[in-house]
């Protein structure tokens, strides 16, 4: 009667030979097994410094867009003051001087009337000849002077130099 028992020795044999193939590779196994686990350390500390970066990296983006939405507050509130001084400088002005400020204004990156300085037009730094000033000398106080130069609204004052 069979009970499990092994009585053929030619199957003993290969039974001796498979466990010791299984031994061989139950030690393959743990030597893999111990490789995966330092690769997983590895990546774990790897992951580690990753999450903190990560974290400094988000702090300093907050520190960012905090200082950007406060800048652009700023600008905002000096733009809306920029645009109610502005208001109350053009009151008064005719408005066929209004219309050529703008005009010059768009040719000219936003720059439309600059200063005469030291004989100098302060919009495009040409030295003006002494024809020029002695023509913008003689011109009535109300006269639109224009530069030669940059066509930009020169702006007679105490130091023209005229
Ligand atoms: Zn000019």
Redesign the pocket.
Known sequence: MDRGLVTNPKDLERMQQELVSLERRISDLEDTELEVMERLETAQADRDRLTARLAEIDEQLGELTRARDARAEQIDSSMAAATEERKLTVQGVPADLLALYERVRAQKGGVAA?ALLQRR?T??S?QLNAADLGRIAAAPADEVLR?E??N?ILVRTSESGI
């Open positions: 600059a037009c919009g495009c040409l530069c130069e940059c930009r």
